[in-house]
Every structure is written in C-alpha cells, then in structure tokens.
C-alpha cells in the first residue's frame, strides 16, 4: 500500500429541508389554521481520527464527500426528518487545515488520540413551515422558509506519524536495518542510497510490559528541507517523536562522518528549530566493517556519549534500545510548531456590505442578508414582504437610500437579483 500523508478534499454538510405550507384538516373543522412543518436539519460533517487507517491513501480516489440533506416538513406540523451527519476517518495523527471561500487557510486541528474529532462543515437549519407565521392580523399565512445552506469547505489534511523514536541519517546509514533488526518491521534494504522511499514505523518490544515506536525516515541530503530528496516531506514525521537516533556511516572516512552529522542538523534545524533540541543519541553503524571501529574511536574523543552497534552481529543493538527507552520515559510529548488558529473577530451576525458594481447593480452582502435570501420564498408575496420587513430592521434600506438607489434599480443579494422599489 503506497504510503500518502498529504491530500486535499473537498465537504460539503447537507442543506436543511424546506419548511411548508400546509392546512389543518380535521373533520368538523371548518377553519383549519396553518400547520406546515418544519423542514429537518443537513447533516453536518466531522472528521474523526482512527486506528484503523495508517496512512491517507483512502483519499487518492474519493476527494470530495457530502452529508445528507435535510427532508421538507409535513403536514400536520409534522417536521421533516434531520439528514444523518458525515464521518470522515482518517489515521491518528492527522492535521486538519480548512479554506472556505474567500478565506485564507487555518489550522483547525490536531487529531492526535483515536476518536478525536472535528467538526469541518455544519449542516443547515430546516426552514420554518407556515405554522410560525401566523399572527392576530395574520392567519393564514401563504408562505413557508425555504432550508438554510449548508457549509462546504476545502480541506487539507497532513498526517504526521506517531512514533517515540525518530531514526535519521543520510543515505544508506543503516537506519532501515537497525528498525528491521529490533521490531517487526520489514523495510526494503539494500546497499544503494534512497532504499527507502517513505517512512516506516516499528514496534520495538522492551519488555513484556514495555514498548515504543520508531520511525526510520528516509535518508535526508542538504537541501531536504526545501525538498531535495523529498525530504520536506519526511522530515514533519519527526516532529512528534520524543529522542532522535542519529546514524553515522561508519563504513566512510571521518571527514564524510563529521560532513554528515553537520548536514543532518542543518537540515533537521532548517526544517523546525525545535528539532535540534530533542534529546538525540549518535549512533556510528557498521562496527563489523574494518574501519568502523577506528571510526568510533575517533569521534568518542569529540562525542563521549557516542554509541556503536553492528545490526549484522547484534553488538550494541540490545544497549541502545535500553537507552531509547530510558530517554522517552524520561521525556515528555513535544507539542506540535503549529500553533493553534488566533482568536479571529467576528464580525457582528447582522453585518452587511452594499457596493456599486460596473454595471450600477447594488450588490449587498453579509451573512445574515445571504442566509436570509436563501431561505426566502419570492414566489410568495407574503414570503417578499417579510423579507423585505427583515431587510428595513437591519438597515438595509435606509443603507441604500444613502446610496442614492432609485426606484427600478437593481439590487442583488448572493444569486438573487431584484428591483429596488
């Protein structure tokens, strides 16, 4: 299964059902009142995060999901029935970024427990039926709400893995054969460079009462921060980890170690400067090559705390995972360098905007007025005189007379268009 961290999609919660006009009929009544009911509300659509999934792959053929629309209402003052809400599963770990239109992305949240979940688009309300209408001057009233819209947004979802451990390296380090040698992992190996072309996760057994997880990422170069070697798109997978285990290659010459070990830091601090931070053991690979030893013994003069191990003979490998394990129980969950989404001021819910365009049409926008449109029946002129009554208490009308709007200009709301009189 090939391995996808990163997709973007597309949701769309569903839209209210419409409210109705409908009459009460009961035998003996003569004058039955109005009784349309309510329409039900859309679904929404939430994302949830799951063990079951393990990477994003699900989403390279399905991009775009729906929630079910909410059912007109009945008569009766019977209410439609609500559209079932939407869940999207994705892995443990996943970032969620969210665009609606005319907005810039924002992170909108970390799942990073199973069963953690978000809600991305919410569903629209069911319009009102005619029962709400009625007044002492208003009996029968002829009209009904329509359903509201519901939310449809962009989504882009950026899975980092969940590990304890991160091993990094360059190239052909040994990395993808210590995981191989101490979990159940079973990475492609061999003696070339960019083996392992996505990251791989292992369980390493401590004990029978104690466990982590490492993830080998694959072998970064200079640049990789920038995306030499795909290298951006490995090195987020390391944000989470707790230790860091640096591989040197000790079948090369102490210059190209040293050359090595500087790149890597680079690269990793280049990336997110809280990674150089992380409690990091260097690890010289390869100790039943000739010179590998003369190579641990070179660089423990300027490293005293290096380690060496053989994963062919197994030296070392048991002492190094002992001291993994101590250093993650020893440190604590790194927070993520994305910071949650700023307090964003929200403009006052009856808030609109009229303009001019090229064309002389006033064009009048806000959340209510578009809302309010879109929920309006103009086929009823009971339904346009009560929008026309919502419009004048918001200020809408004396707004465009200050404009200088005349009768028989044009007026447009979202997609609908009218005469200003």
């Known amino acids: 299964m090939k391995f996808i961290d990163e997709v973007s999609i597309t949701v769309a919660a569903g839209n209210g059902g419409d409210g109705i006009v409908a009459w009460r009929r009961e035998k003996y009544v003569d004058m039955g009142g109005p009784a349309g009911g309510d329409g039900g509300a859309g679904g929404s659509v939430y994302v949830e995060a799951t063990t079951a999934l393990s990477t994003l792959v699900e989403f390279r053929f399905k991009r775009h999901f729906a929630a079910e629309a909410g059912k007109a209402g009945g008569g009766a003052r019977k209410s439609g029935p609500s559209g079932k809400d939407l869940i999207v599963p994705v892995p443990v770990g996943t970032l969620v970024y969210r665009t609606a239109e005319g907005q810039t992305e924002a992170f909108l949240a970390d799942l990073a427990e199973p069963g953690a979940r978000v809600l991305v688009a919410k569903g629209g309300r069911g319009g009102l039926g005619n029962q ?73 057994r401590v004990s029978d009462e104690e466990s982590f997880v490492a993830v080998d990422v694959p072998g970064l170069i200079e640049g990789a921060h920038e995306g030499a070697g795909l290298g951006d798109q490995f090195l987020r997978h390391v944000e989470r980890t707790r230790v860091l ?86 440190t604590p969950l790194p927070a993520l360098a994305d910071q ?66 005349q009768e028989g200009d044009s007026v447009r709301i979202s997609d609908f268009e009218f005469s200003y009189s």
């Not at 009625?134 to 519901?150: D, L, S, V, Y």
């Not at 159940?184 to 003696?191: F, L, N, Q």
């Not at 590998?292 to 197994?314: H, K, V, Y």
Request: aromatic residues 4%; negative net charge.
């Open 132 to 204: 709400h209408f009625a007044t002492p001057k208003r009996q029968a009233p002829h009209f009904a709400e329509k359903g509201e819209p519901a939310e449809t947004c962009g989504l882009r979802l950026e899975l980092r893995l969940l590990a304890d451990a991160g091993i990094v390296g360059v190239p052909n380090a040994g990395k993808s054969t210590l995981l191989s040698v101490i979990s159940a992992a079973r990475p492609k190996i061999a003696d070339y460079p960019f083996t392992t072309i996505e990251p791989q996760l292992g369980v390493v």
């Open 245 to 330: 285990v640096h591989m040197l290659d000790g079948a090369k010459s102490l210059d190209e170690i040293l050359h090595d070990k500087t790149v890597i830091e680079a690269e990793l601090g280049a990336w997110n400067p809280k990674l150089p931070q992380k409690p990091t053991m260097l690890v010289v690979s390869k100790l039943d090559l000739p010179d590998a030893r003369e190579r641990l013994e070179d660089l423990r003069a300027q490293f005293p705390e290096i380690r060496g191990i053989s994963a062919a003979t197994g030296e070392g490998v048991s002492e190094l995972v002992y001291a993994m394990a101590k250093a993650i129980a020893e």
């Open 340 to 405: 949650p989404p700023a307090h964003i001021a929200l403009a006052p819910k009856n808030a609109f905007t009229i303009e001019r365009d090229e064309d002389g049409t006033f064009v009048i926008r806000g959340a209510r007025v578009e809302r309010l449109a879109a929920m309006t029946d103009f086929d009823s002129d009971e339904g346009l005189a009560r929008f026309e009554r919502i419009l004048n208490k918001l200020g809408v009308e004396k707004k465009l007379r200050e404009m200088g709007a």
